[in-house]
């Protein structure tokens, strides 16, 4: 057991844990913010998604102790009242079905946008190709995605 | 107007008191923690200060805010949604006035709370508008008692009643207290379609901003204070049962409680249809945080030993049943072989119309063709887990399940304590798709707190929830046509099994559109668990037939879309038999429908474009998929689908779904698959189990819904089955070759 202080959503937050813990399990289980799922464990559904400074992570591949002083921002702290540009998109397209891959969705398409504001379809799809969706909602999220990048403030 | 007695929700309208002050009030309330961002926001704008219980499905608050309690699990199909949507319709308020809670298990308030089958909204389509008309017809009531004026002269419309000529007026929460007094009217008036505000009318889906905002939903996402977190170790294979467990590694580990064995069922117990288990006994290791239990279970040392074969008797839908589990560790390549086998001689008959032997002896020709599918795996997002906690004789559970009332007898019977003590609530899946209907890790979690005597949650990991499935089995179908010397189909034969069930509807179309027809069966016992995935036998049955009449279309050198039109005109003009279980009209409804909005032209060379079209708990769907090979991959370019499902309750969110389940076809057509060797499950993870990613997914998908006032059917099955036979038809047309075993595409790409 280590104790890390990591800087969560702008706030400092100490948990004294195994240092190999990935930080999904950290922000999970200790820091009680359950906005990022378990899907797979192996980074392969991209349910975990995070973001670390402002790329996109799987955070089930993330040990507690790599992080250090880097930023951490989970689908909670990706803005004050729910009003992302992404999220507004996905509330508009009303994208999801059972909910549970869309944090991550979320995750991915925001760190996307950010670094590329105006993404093609291929783009898009490489991008979001890590993010299962079991429901199947990838046309919506494209969708969604393309509406985010066409308003302002991404 | 449609008068109805009150009587068939009766129990239903009974008073609680307990719950008059609002909430979800049962000692503890889990998802009341998890309040949701649509409560929070209300609770910010207007929060009533007293509320009133009209009935089991609503209470008003002071205010005019409505708080309608929605009965069944929700999964994904945004029922959540669309079930309040009925109660406010028929109560006549505001939408934007209405709070959706999440109601319990509770069998005498909430009646079958079943998610499942594509029945949802089709069940509850009387009772849910008639909680709200009755519930509407009390505040008329009070009105009219209040102001002293006749009931007839009381209209009550978006929240607010009035009386016209003495110019009196008062919103519902006004009014509550004095309704909530009032009994039950014996008979309510429901609305006519054509009157309808709210249903038939897209509404956001009430959760999205919960889930786009990461708030806690998701059984996955419990925390209760002293909560412990366990994890089950099953056989590596199915035929293996628990031997012996070493467990002291596992407990010198950091943050580990305990290891113990749990054993699901009580001797004798007899089993429902879906108290399917094929690991009945477990270890479980139970400590502080998933990733302490996940390292300390790999230092478990268990023994497992081979099972005896055994017969059980069952009590399912259908009535008792007799299944048989034989001994031995099985794999595909032996299924395959057997299934073979059982293909080439005769099956048991259990259609039969005209004198098919004969037509197939005079044919001038026959074209016979073999289909087969194999086991797939759920793969629900969200890995089974539940919540428990066990004190005494009593039990609080969260379950993500699909079917509540069909465990709670099994939780009774394993712990030993009364039905009565066991408190449910249900929170939201993250997917179901039939697995989550076999709750035996609600039983596992159960037992495990019970022996650990604390709260714990119970975790599969994505590997567990792999391997220890409740899968679609694998399948096999032959069909035979024959022809006379004018190309004419003259007979029709399918015979299809499965290990270990048969996926055939004997009665289901072409059966009374062909003179001689034959439909016969067959079965090959298995240890390997199966159970229902959306659409079940119909999502391995529909793929097989639609592809054989696209074969059948061009032997007679036919359209695909007008032969069959042509034999849905036959079946429905001069029908044969009696027992055909679907609307020939309706049918050729969604294929005239799909002809129409894909703009499909006959023989055109320009596109690749594959038809299909099903009939299944009881509605109609029709796709025609496009398709391109573009460096040797196929690309689905756009698929248009027509959907008969009777009145859409909330089209944006059925549309939705109708989206989700072409693509989860295309995904299961192109990739699903799960093999066996020894009784072991060849994958565990998705770096094996190839899903369907956006790469994958249609570039567009266009979704219609046929208008009608046909009361709803189902909705989140019926666009999945024929998804199968669009691709397969689609991908002759662009490769030239006729797909026949799925999956159709086996190479997997890794994705990281
Ligand atoms: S849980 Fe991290 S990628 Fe699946
Ligand atoms: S919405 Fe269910 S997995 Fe994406």
Redesign the pocket.
């Known amino acids: 057991m280590a104790i890390f202080n990591l800087n969560i959503n702008g706030e400092t937050k100490e948990v004294d844990v195994d240092p190999a813990t990935p930080m999904l399990w950290v922000l999970r289980d200790h820091i009680k913010l359950v906005g990022t799922k378990y899907g797979c464990g192996i980074a392969q559904c991209g349910a975990c998604t995070v973001h670390l400074g402002d790329n996109a992570v799987r955070s089930c591949q993330l040990p507690v102790s790599a992080v250090g002083e880097q930023k951490i921002t989970t689908i909670e702290g990706l803005s004050e009242h729910g009003d992302h540009p992404v999220q507004k998109a996905w509330l508009e397209i009303d994208v999801?079905?059972?909910?549970?891959?869309?944090a991550g969705?979320i995750m991915s398409a925001s760190a996307l946008l950010k670094r590329n504001p105006n993404p093609s379809d291929e783009e898009i799809e490489s991008a979001m190709n890590g993010n299962?969706?079991?429901?199947g909602?990838y046309t919506r999220i494209k969708k969604a995605i393309k509406t985010a990048a066409s308003s302002e403030n991404v | 107007m449609t008068k109805l007695k009150t009587h068939m929700g009766r129990r239903a309208f009974i008073k609680n008191t307990s719950l008059a002050s609002g909430g979800l009030v049962l000692g503890f309330s889990i998802l009341n923690s998890c309040k949701s961002e649509q409560a929070k926001e209300m609770a910010v704008r207007e929060m009533p200060k007293e509320w009133f219980e009209m009935n089991s499905y609503l209470k008003i608050g002071d205010n005019g805010v409505v708080t309608i309690y929605t009965p069944n699990p929700e999964f994904?199909q945004n029922i959540r949604t669309s079930m309040p949507m009925l109660v406010a319709e028929e109560l006549d308020v505001d939408w934007k006035n209405v709070l959706v809670e999440q109601a319990p298990y509770h069998a005498d308030k909430y009646g079958f709370q079943f998610t499942g089958g594509s029945r949802g909204i089709s069940a509850r389509w009387e009772p849910l508008r008639m909680a709200g008309a009755t519930a509407r017809q009390m505040l008329i009531a009070a009105a009219a008692e209040t102001w002293q004026v006749p009931k007839e002269e009381v209209t009550a419309e978006a929240g607010v009643l009035q009386h016209a000529a003495t110019k009196k007026s008062a919103g519902y929460g006004e009014m509550a207290s004095v309704a909530a007094t009032l009994t039950v009217p014996e008979e309510v008036q429901l609305k006519e379609v054509k009157d309808f505000k709210l249903v038939s009318r897209s509404q956001k889906n009430v959760d999205a901003k919960s889930i786009v905002t990461g708030r806690p939903l998701f059984g996955m996402d419990i925390q209760e204070e002293g909560m412990l977190i366990a994890m089950i170790e099953h056989p590596p294979a199915f035929g293996l049962t628990l031997k012996s467990v070493d467990g002291e590694a596992a407990k010198a580990m950091p943050g580990i409680k305990d290891v113990v064995t749990i054993k699901s069922f009580k001797d004798g117990y007899e089993k429902g249809g879906f108290d399917t288990n094929a690991f009945p006994e477990l270890v479980a290791i139970v400590g502080n945080s998933t990733w302490e239990v996940m390292q300390a279970k790999k230092k478990l040392k268990v023994e497992w030993q081979p099972i005896t074969a055994y017969s059980e008797t069952i009590a399912g839908f259908g009535g008792k049943q007799t299944i048989n589990i034989p001994a031995g560790l099985e794999s595909t390549t032996t299924h395959k072989s057997k299934m073979e086998a059982l293909a080439a001689k005769p099956g048991k008959v259990v259609r039969k119309d005209g004198n098919p032997e004969v037509a197939f002896k005079n044919a001038t020709k026959i074209l016979e063709r073999s289909y087969s599918a194999p086991f797939l795996a759920h793969n629900n997002?969200e890995p089974l887990n539940a919540f428990a906690h066990v004190a005494g004789d009593k039990a609080k559970i969260a379950a993500p399940i699909q079917i509540p009332s069909f465990i709670i007898p099994t939780i009774a019977s394993s712990l030993g304590i009364p039905k009565e003590n066991i408190e449910m609530d249900l929170p939201r899946m993250?997917?179901g798709f039939g697995r989550k209907a076999y709750a035996h890790f609600v039983v596992e979690a159960a037992l495990i707190s019970q022996k650990v005597n604390a709260p714990i949650k119970l975790v599969y990991s994505r590997e567990d929830d792999m391997t220890n499935g409740i899968y679609r089995p694998t399948y096999h179908a032959t069909y035979r046509a024959a022809f006379d010397e004018n190309n004419n189909l003259t007979a029709l034969h399918v015979k299809a099994g499965g290990v270990p069930e048969s996926p055939l509807f004997a009665n289901r179309f072409p059966a009374g559109a062909i003179d001689n027809y034959m439909a016969e069966e067959w079965t090959i016992d298995s240890n390997i668990s199966i159970g229902a995935f959306r659409a079940p036998r119909s999502n391995f049955m529909a793929g097989a037939e639609q592809a054989f009449l696209d074969e059948v279309a061009e032997t007679m050198g036919k359209d695909a879309i007008q032969f069959r039109l042509d034999l849905l005109k036959r079946a429905k003009e001069n029908p044969v038999g009696e027992r055909n279980d679907y609307d020939a009209d309706r049918y050729a409804g969604v294929l005239e429908l799909v002809r129409e909005k894909s703009a499909w032209k006959e023989n055109d060379a320009t596109k690749h474009r594959g038809v299909s079209a099903y009939f299944c708990h009881n509605s109609y769907a029709a796709h025609v998929l496009d398709l391109k090979m573009e460096n040797g991959k196929p690309v689905v370019e756009k698929v248009v689908c027509a959907i008969d499902c009777g009145v859409v309750v909330n089209p944006d969110a059925a549309t939705n779904m109708a989206e989700g389940a072409i693509t989860d076809g295309i995904g299961n057509a192109f990739y699903g698959e799960l093999t066996f060797q020894d009784g072991v499950p060849q994958k565990n993870n998705f770096h094996q189990y190839q899903m369907i990613r956006m790469k994958e997914a249609p570039k567009e998908i266009d979704v219609h819904f046929v208008q009608n006032k046909i009361d709803p059917t189902g909705m989140g099955e019926p666009p999945f089955p024929p998804v199968f036979g669009a691709v397969a038809n689609a991908l002759y047309k662009a490769t030239g070759q006729r797909h026949y075993s799925q999956p159709f595409i086996t190479k997997k790409e890794v994705v990281g």
């Open positions: 999801p079905q059972c909910g549970y891959c869309q969705q299962i969706c079991r429901c909602t | 994904g997002m993250g997917g």
